[in-house]
């Protein structure tokens, strides 16, 4: 396997934060602006003028053992009610759109892979990272560690952007 090496990484939260800001497409729930303000956040440490160009292969790993639990309880409780769901929920259900949308607005040519950890959440997502780069499919790794809290009100997130380190 090989060294990662960690381009840029960032949290939330950091000092000074508040609530993440919105993401056009998506409602309720903490887990799409958390996921993206923290890539947002790592990616602008590393390239800070914006969009990668084309085939630059940065994979996207998205790694929660919850994942959007405030949606999927808001689901549930609507349905028991007997309401209607809005088309909005529908997208947002899977982990892979925020992914996706962070691909989308960066440019990230690569695969996206979106794991629940049966252990330890980073290691894993490392591991699937490596597995990427050695295989080819992509030069680097946009790796989001993301878990809502209890109350699915607020949470935190990791990014880090992880480049190939020395081979063993």
């Known amino acids: ?20 800001p919105k993401v056009p497409g998506f409602v309720h729930s903490p887990f799409a602006p958390l996921a993206a303000e923290v890539a947002q956040r790592c990616l602008v440490r590393r390239y800070p003028d914006g969009p990668l160009p084309a085939g630059n292969r940065t994979a996207v790993v998205l790694v929660s053992a919850g994942g959007d639990t405030a949606s999927a309880a808001h689901v549930r409780a609507t349905v028991a009610a007997g309401g209607r769901i809005g088309p909005l929920f529908f997208f947002q259900s899977v982990p892979n759109s925020v992914a996706g949308h962070v691909a989308a607005r960066w440019g990230l040519d690569g695969p996206v892979v979106c794991l629940s950890p049966g252990g330890d959440p980073r290691a894993e997502g490392e591991a699937q990272a490596d597995l990427l780069m050695y295989d080819g499919d992509a030069a680097q790794a946009l790796l989001i560690l993301i878990e809502l809290a209890p109350d699915g009100t607020s949470g935190e997130a990791t990014a880090v952007l992880l480049g190939e380190g020395t081979r063993q």
């Open 1 to 20: 396997m090989t060294g990662l090496a960690v381009l840029a990484q960032a949290r939330w939260p950091e000092p000074g934060d508040g609530v993440p």
